[in-house]
């Protein structure tokens, strides 16, 4: 579903070196994760998924398109959908439907499909009952459901969670991974950018960024055997695993 060969960027206003060589593949229906540190690039690469960064050099294909080529953008983002951190900056309506329905009213969608649509994404992610409602008074997690919802309406193949539950209580985190993992199960491709080991551990590979580069990759279990490896990029493992490690050192 996602190549990337060779790919490096530069952000243009900076000229920082944000990523270099990346070379990756996943396939149609993997859940995977892209872990790393602040500073990373591991949201920078997330972003040339659906294409709202194109490569400095390289090249990253999605579902057989290359971002390079300027008419596959529109396909990508189509084929992509993107959830992003704080789920403010994806709602734009006032009423909590009217937001899901916004890009299908924008892509031209009838209005009883767009009806269905709508109603089908809000049941999946648990917020049929606040259709009517103003999503600036809900909370973090609904809000977050919410954008969720909204990518879920124009149905894309892919949906890459771009640290969904990183201003999220631990009420909202569970009920987030929730909808992610049923998504997955449902035959969605999945990437999810984050640096909270804990949220990774039923991924079928883990690619480890470090300053930009492409470290490493593997099962949950290949890399949380890497104890050193993970402390290396500013990474923490999950509590459990963690004391497994220290009994282990200290026996």
């Known amino acids: 579903m996602i190549i990337c060969n060779n790919l490096s960027y530069i952000y243009p206003e900076t000229e920082k070196l944000a990523l270099q060589n990346i070379n990756l593949q996943i396939k149609k229906g993997e859940f995977i994760a892209i872990l790393g540190s602040n500073g990373s690039g591991k949201s920078t690469l997330a972003k040339h998924f659906n294409a709202l960064l194109t490569p400095t050099e390289g090249e990253c294909i999605v579902n057989g398109l290359s971002s390079n080529i300027e008419e596959n953008i529109f396909k990508i983002r189509a084929s992509c959908g993107m959830v992003f951190q704080n789920p403010d900056n994806q709602i734009v309506s006032g009423v909590v439907e ?6 299908l009213e924008n892509l031209g969608v009838p209005q009883p499909k767009m009806r269905k649509r709508v109603d089908e994404a809000l049941k999946s992610v648990g917020m049929s009952d606040y259709a009517q409602h103003a999503p600036h008074l809900l ?9 969720i919802a909204g990518i879920l309406a124009m149905n894309p193949e892919i949906i890459v969670f771009d ?3 990183a201003m999220l209580d631990p009420e909202g985190r569970h009920s987030v991974m ?9 035959g969605k491709t ?4 984050t640096h909270n080991m804990s949220e990774v551990e039923d991924c079928d590979t883990l690619f480890l960024l470090k300053e930009g580069r492409l470290i490493s990759n593997g099962t949950p279990s290949e890399i949380f055997d890497n104890v050193p490896l993970i402390h290396s990029c500013g990474l923490e493992l999950p509590q459990i695993r963690q004391l497994e490690y220290n009994l282990k050192e200290n026996s």
Do not use: C, M, W, Y
């Open 98 to 103: 009217e937001d899901v329905a916004f890009a």
């Open 139 to 147: 909370s973090g997690g609904q809000k977050q459901r919410i954008a």
């Open 163 to 165: 640290e969904p539950t």
């Open 178 to 186: 929730k909808i992610i993992k049923n998504l997955h199960n449902e």
């Open 190 to 193: 999945i990437i999810l950018i």
